[in-house]
């Protein structure tokens, strides 16, 4: 039972344009979600975190948003650039616990077309 | 500051060989982890340290064994090797509420 799931295994859009990036979770215990981003053949790298006290952090181009009773979180990236073409992870903790023991979803590969 | 380094990049064993992929961290991280990722999936934790001489078991740890002897360091040993433990595996730090420090990655094939 996976307990954090990306839906879309790609997504391809266009420099300029918004990219919108979803995750959904199913443990009511999580209580801080973050994103990573991993280009090929490095390690993955932090982007953005969000607590569950919140509905929304923004971070430059970079917004998360959060829906508990929907068990939803989205990324969008706004405006897209080429430099972003990566594989975005989503992940979920609980924070008050240790949030680096994360659970993560199976990533989601961002194409961005010049 | 070279942040979290892992040794070595790749490796290929044969089955039913052992080594050890080793780790270390310069932030003076407490909490330390290892994780892997197979292709085209997440990333799975194998094993976590919360300090020095104290490890706990993750999602995946079987055929695995860590040990912290020290703060910086945080060995992986993989025993008997096996074609499923074939993956790319992720060291990484933080410190208790915060987001985790990646390493590059060992890439490991058994054959």
């Known amino acids: 039972d996976q307990q954090v799931k990306q839906n879309s295994p790609s997504l391809s859009v266009q420099e300029g344009r918004i990219s919108i990036l979803n995750c959904d979770y199913t443990n009511s215990m999580f209580d801080y979600f973050l994103w990573y981003k991993k280009y090929p053949a490095e390690g993955p790298t932090f982007l953005i975190s969000?607590?569950?006290?919140?509905d929304k952090n923004e971070d430059g181009r970079f917004t998360v948003f959060l829906n508990k009773s929907a068990k939803h979180l989205s990324l969008h990236i706004v405006p897209s650039q080429p430099g972003d073409s990566a594989v975005y992870f989503c992940a979920a903790s609980a924070r008050t616990s240790n949030a680096g023991k994360s659970t993560f979803g199976d990533g989601t590969t961002l194409t961005v077309k010049p | 500051n070279a942040g979290v380094t892992q040794t070595p990049k790749f490796r290929i064993l044969k089955i039913g060989q052992s080594m050890t992929l080793q780790c270390a961290q310069d932030m003076n991280h407490n909490y330390m982890y290892w994780y892997r990722q197979d292709p085209g999936m997440g990333l799975k934790l194998i094993y976590y340290s919360v300090g020095a001489g104290i490890t706990d078991k993750g999602e995946v740890p079987n055929g695995y064994n860590v040990s912290r002897s020290t703060t910086e360091d945080f060995p992986l040993r993989l025993e008997l090797a096996a074609p499923s433990q074939t993956s790319v595996y992720f060291c990484?730090?933080?410190?208790?509420?915060?987001?985790?420090?990646f390493g590059p990655g060992t890439r490991l094939t058994v054959l």
């Open positions: 969000i607590s569950s006290i919140k």
């Open positions: 990484a730090s933080s410190d208790r509420t915060s987001f985790l420090y």
